[in-house]
């Protein structure tokens, strides 16, 4: 996660006098669907906080990185299960990912046309996932055994305008598939026996959900429309 961070700067640096790019922050809330907490898709429980860079390549895509970090929480409290509601499982930890893709306009994104803008855009890629791994312990209640690293694939959607000729202010929702049934505590693995500790439908792999905005500065020279 480090290395891509500083990889992440560098490469703004490299092309900040070729391309128009833009870097800023990212605000928002943070949930995971899975087999603990409230059934809700969309939901506002907790903190995600970011930085976000793009290479502009057209008026209608861009290379896109970011790194989130965010506070997961889960409470079978908060469902409307009544099952979830008398188990009354949680759990909270922290998640930090990683991510690059690309970023598709549905109509042309000009930031020199010198007029006030308004496109929604689609984001995708591939994100690296660093979180807490969890497991029932003794008292059954949800424990903390491990770090865990793993991939998952975003499908953002989002609306975007120039507030100003440099500052670009977006929302945006995205939901993440992830390659493990573990963000919630519900589908152990390791050394110790783990079969005894599963429950939920541990055939379906947990999504996570980010949802918020952006604040980007832009900076460059005007874009030369290139090959790719």
């Not at 009354?88 to 306009?105: D, H, M, P, R, V």
Request: aromatic share 14%; charged share 20%; with cysteine.
């Amino acid at each position: 996660m480090r290395s891509l961070l500083i990889f992440i700067i560098l490469l703004s640096f490299a092309f900040a006098r070729a391309q128009t790019y833009e870097v800023g922050i990212f605000a928002g809330t943070s949930n995971v669907v899975g087999d603990v907490g409230s059934t809700q898709y969309i939901q506002f429980n907790d903190v995600a906080i970011g930085g976000i860079f793009k290479w502009n390549r057209s008026s209608r895509h861009s290379f896109r990185a970011s790194i989130i970090s965010a506070n997961m929480v889960g409470d079978d409290n908060d469902s409307d299960d009544v099952s979830r509601d008398l188990r009354g499982l949680k759990y909270n930890y922290s998640l930090l990912e990683a991510s690059l893709g690309i970023e598709y306009n549905f109509w042309d994104w000009e930031l020199y046309s010198g007029r006030p803008q308004v496109v929604p855009y689609l984001y995708t890629g591939l994100i690296a996932l660093q979180y807490s791994s969890f497991a029932l312990n003794n008292t059954n209640e949800l424990e903390e055994y491990d770090k865990s690293i793993n991939i998952a694939i975003p499908i953002i959607i989002g609306v975007k305008a120039n507030v100003t000729p440099k500052l670009i202010l977006a929302a945006e929702i995205g939901a993440r598939y992830t390659f493990t049934d573990n963000l919630d505590g519900s589908n152990p693995n390791g050394d110790m026996d783990v079969d005894s500790l599963k429950f939920g439908n541990i055939n379906n792999k947990d999504w996570y959900i980010f949802s918020g905005v952006t604040l980007s500065y832009t900076f460059g020279r005007k874009r030369c429309y290139c090959n790719f």
